[in-house]
């Protein structure tokens, strides 16, 4: 044995050694903090018999945390993945009550929820202790994180890593492009500003514009798998198969990766050794954690739960996440109760369950995601994409700009410095890539500002009954449906607009941001204008008119697609450009461009409502419950970021801007052939293809 590894093993000895006796230590003074924990027998013992109990005590829970905890993970892998979250305390205080039980001393006791105390304070100790003496080493610091690394591939991994690049794509879903420009300004993405700042800088920021769906569903299809044709927004209906789809719902978002396959003839842009974590989509990669659209599958090739294990596994991690997880939960409940006491506005519900879901993206779904990451680093994959979905989760109710917001920006920024420093240990360099899928756009809702839902303002155009309470819609953002995929509950919306009833006459509305859909289901086509008319003489004209909506678009016999805006604008969308914008002078650039192709799409609605916008205020209003949004035209939602190394080739290339998701697909496998790496797509593989 050379006398490096010699030096490496003696190093390790010496950290468990350190670890063990601030254990004891730990251990001790919660013997004399809590009345119900005790190392002591009734009648007393020595300060020396005190001493060795506990270090035995200590030695036996540290013990049995890295040989049995692994084995309890895995095992509990059936169990749904926010629940063994909360089961976390519970086990760790089994756990010290089995080594007290055990204990060669013969000594000490405690109450069960004592013991779920005390273990829970040990193994943050532990924790802390063994990360800070392993951070001055940078071989034992690499070797700590290689814990969050697939066993299987690492036992697998005799050989050298490999001498080319690979990539790492980190997506913070919802940032755009002038919010990442003001938080690293402002000195609250100190990380990314030593990218981006500096005599030399590593990276450059871009701009770019998504599609008329200005969401993550749209946006990661067309980045991860090259075509997001026929996704019109978040949720849609579709008259052929009589279902509302729906992008963050597992079965949807399998059938709209099948389609995508089907349409490019290719796997995604992870087919060659990747990695896809915390997303819609699966990329075609092999590892998969958090992935929605494999989330419904059952059976051994759903490898999607098997992250949380890599996490877990870690009694530490485990306790660390579970309490960061209480922590963001009071955080939530206090920064909504300051809110509606200072009467902030814009402002919307934020009770229920909501500060848990809150959580579940800040803390858990963070946690698990940047470890697998790291895992995949430490692994020496390929291609890695992984999203972070914490920013769009809060600023969707707190605001994009609110501080509520930027506390979440610092967070990502330190898990951004952490991906980085543990590249430097990786076994081959990686090129960091991190870029955003959509902005947010602010703004009050809707129903807040003119107290009825779009859904009622069509069913009064329509000449229907409207309820005298007006109902509430349904909010879509991202984790809501990642949360009810980890309990393993369906994801229905029963609150997301007016679905088919006892009369299939009567419209459908849904809500995707400040873009409404309207869809007759008893007729199979899309309908014409003049249909409309016939049937609902009054309707165009009361969504045109109404001054919460910008423009609508429908097809017309006469002019193919035509555009309405209010007081009898319109034109068709054939003759639409930037210099003749006409109702859609207020929306920009491109604007134009993001309707016609919309329309070509086979399941755009019959009627499609933008809301109205400021272009001053850059405010929507959002159909939904939401002061933070996204998902049509308007505003900060359509222009998020791409920040490249400059090693890598210009992202724009030949062309002037970068336009839509699919554009991102092309440049990125650019630079994946730049690493030097395996070319992509590949075919997609037989059990990927669409029946």
Not at 75 to 84: D, F, G, I, N, T
Not at 167 to 185: C, I, K, N, S, W
Not at 513 to 531: A, K, Q, T, W
Not at 576 to 587: C, I, K, N, Q, T
């Amino acid at each position: 044995m050379g006398g490096g590894r010699w030096r490496r093993v003696l190093s390790g000895v010496w950290r468990s050694i350190a670890v063990w006796g601030v254990s004891t230590v730990t251990m001790l003074v919660l013997a004399g903090a809590l009345p119900d924990f005790q190392l002591e027998s009734d009648t007393g013992d020595s300060a020396t018999r005190i001493a060795v109990t506990a270090a035995a005590g200590a030695g036996v829970f540290g013990l049995l945390s890295s040989l049995v905890w692994p084995l309890l993970v895995r095992a509990l892998l059936l169990v749904p993945a926010l629940v063994l979250g909360l089961l976390v305390f519970f086990l760790n205080g089994s756990l010290l009550l089995i080594a007290l039980r055990i204990n060669p001393s013969g000594r000490g006791e405690a109450a069960p929820e004592t013991a779920v105390v005390v273990a829970a304070v040990m193994s943050a100790v532990a924790s802390a202790t063994g990360g800070a003496l392993a951070v001055r080493d940078d071989d034992a610091y690499r070797r700590r994180l290689y814990r969050l690394a697939d066993r299987r591939r690492r036992r697998a991994a005799g050989q050298a890593g490999p001498s080319t690049h690979g990539a790492v794509f980190l997506q913070l879903d919802g940032v755009g492009h002038d919010v990442l420009e003001a938080a690293v300004a402002k000195g609250l993405m100190p990380t990314l500003a030593a990218w981006l700042g500096g005599p030399r800088p590593t990276h450059r920021l871009t701009p770019w514009r998504t599609d008329w769906s200005s969401q993550t569903g749209a946006s990661q299809l067309g980045i991860l798998h090259g075509s997001n044709h026929d996704v019109p927004a978040f949720r849609w209906y579709e008259k052929d198969s009589h279902e509302v789809m729906v992008c963050n719902r597992p079965t949807s978002a399998a059938e709209l990766q099948r389609r995508a396959i089907r349409y490019t003839g290719d796997g995604g842009l992870l087919t060659v050794d990747g990695a896809s974590r915390g997303n819609l989509f699966s990329g075609g990669a092999d590892q998969l954690a958090l992935v929605l659209s494999v989330s419904a599958r059952r059976g051994r090739e759903n490898r999607s739960r098997a992250g949380y294990f890599a996490y877990f596994s870690d009694p530490a991690n485990a306790v660390r996440t579970a309490m960061s997880f209480v922590a963001e939960v009071l955080r939530e409940i206090g920064q909504s109760t300051r809110a509606r006491f200072a009467k902030r506005r814009p402002r919307v519900g934020r009770g229920g369950l909501y500060p848990f879901i809150r959580a579940f993206a800040t803390v858990v779904e963070r946690d698990v995601v940047v470890a697998a990451v790291i895992g995949d680093m430490l692994a020496g994959r390929n291609a890695v994409y992984a999203d972070l979905v914490a920013y769009d989760e809060v600023a969707h109710h707190s605001g994009p700009r609110g501080r509520d917001a930027e506390k979440v920006l610092e967070r990502l920024d330190r898990s951004l410095a952490l991906i980085a420093k543990v590249a430097e240990h990786a076994p081959r360099p990686y090129r960091i890539v991190v870029l955003s899928d959509h902005g947010q756009s602010p703004g009050e809702t809707f129903l807040t500002r003119y107290g009825l839902t779009l859904g009622n303002l069509v069913r009064a155009g329509c000449g229907l009954p409207v309820p005298r309470k007006a109902q509430r819609t349904h909010s879509g953002a991202e984790a809501r449906a990642a949360v009810r995929a980890a309990l393993r509950r369906p994801v229905e919306e029963s609150g997301e607009g007016h679905l088919p009833s006892r009369r299939r006459s009567e419209p459908i509305v849904l809500a995707s941001g400040n873009l409404g859909l309207i869809s007759f289901p008893d007729v199979p086509h899309r309908m014409s204008r003049e249909e409309i008319d016939r049937r609902h003489p009054a309707l165009l004209s009361t969504l045109a008119n109404h001054p919460g909506v910008g423009f609508v678009l429908v097809r017309s016999e006469e002019h193919g697609g035509l555009v309405v805006g209010a007081h009898g604008s319109e034109m068709p969308v054939d003759e639409l450009d930037d210099e003749h914008p006409g109702p859609l002078a207020d929306f920009g650039p491109g604007a134009a461009d993001a309707v016609r192709r919309t329309h070509s799409f086979p399941h755009t609605a019959d009627i499609m409502v933008n809301s109205w916008y400021d272009p001053v205020e850059g405010e929507v209003l959002a159909f939904e419950e939401q002061i933070g949004s996204h998902g049509g035209l308007g505003g900060a939602q359509g222009r998020p970021f791409l920040l490249s190394p400059v090693a890598l080739s210009a992202p724009l290339g030949d062309a002037t801007e970068l336009v839509g998701a699919e554009h991102l697909h092309r440049v990125m496998r650019r630079w994946l052939r730049e690493c030097d790496g395996p070319q992509v797509p590949l075919a997609a593989r037989p059990n990927e293809r669409a029946a």
